[in-house]
């Protein structure tokens, strides 16, 4: 049985739903088991969803909607019911996910929500082209001007450290060049899952001796475990 909500109140406070959604529009990611957690029965995912989101207070006045994809993927009545709650319980901001494929049309969900600051997460996983397309069958590729435009659309990148193939200079440059261009980034240590993407022991022990500092700082989220948000799916 999986847990659907939470309170995250050490940094960024805020409450935090994981949310059923039709299935992933890419759903290739050699690295992802998320995606077991779709439907494509539209009334089971709203059933699932709306009590979810009646258990939002607006304490914190941010909510952040995580599901097995995009936000274009939640259903139009689970999206209606998170404006509801929205509107109801005056909440300010709220983070959606979005896969790059996405990235043109933000508007519509900003236009949708309008009057509350949207924060777009995306999972880049790596900056390293080959590394993101070959090992995470990620397909796409990106140069020094995307990700200037992207960082103005998009808060925040989520990358994925520790597997095997990855080197110490690649992780230490994908996190310097996700402080350079992006407002936030979640920096997420691979649990292995059952993919074909393998967890890097010896990196994870390099990593939290060199970088558990990050846990301080205010422009990254440091997820040792994929639970640490406190919301998963068994």
Excluded at 114 to 123: A, C, D, L, T, Y
């Amino acid at each position: 049985m999986g847990i659907r909500y939470n309170k995250i109140t050490d940094k960024h406070p805020r409450e935090i739903v994981l949310l059923k959604s039709f299935p992933c529009k890419y759903g290739k990611c050699s690295f992802c088991n998320y995606i077991e957690d779709n439907s494509i029965d539209e009334n089971e995912i709203d059933r699932i969803n709306f009590p979810v989101l009646d258990m939002i207070t607006g304490e914190y006045k941010v909510l952040e909607v995580i599901n097995s994809g995009s936000v274009f993927e939640l259903t139009p009545g689970t999206l209606k019911k998170i404006k509801e709650v929205v509107i109801e319980k005056n909440i300010q901001v709220i983070y959606f996910e979005i896969y790059y494929g996405y990235h043109n049309r933000l508007k519509e969900i900003k236009n949708y929500f309008q009057g509350v600051e949207i924060r777009f997460r995306m999972g880049l996983e790596t900056f390293d082209n080959r590394f993101r397309i070959e090992k995470y069958n990620k397909n796409f590729s990106l140069n020094e001007k995307d990700f200037k435009a992207l960082s103005e659309k998009i808060y925040s990148v989520c990358l994925l450290v520790c597997t095997k193939g990855q080197t110490e200079e690649m992780i230490k440059k994908d996190i310097e060049l996700g402080l350079k261009y992006f407002k936030n980034i979640t920096v997420n240590i691979f649990i292995n899952n059952g993919t074909s993407v393998e967890r890097d022991e010896n990196l994870v022990k390099w990593f939290i001796k060199n970088y558990k500092h990050l846990q301080n700082d205010d422009r990254v989220e440091l997820l040792i475990d994929n639970k640490d948000l406190g919301v998963f799916e068994q």
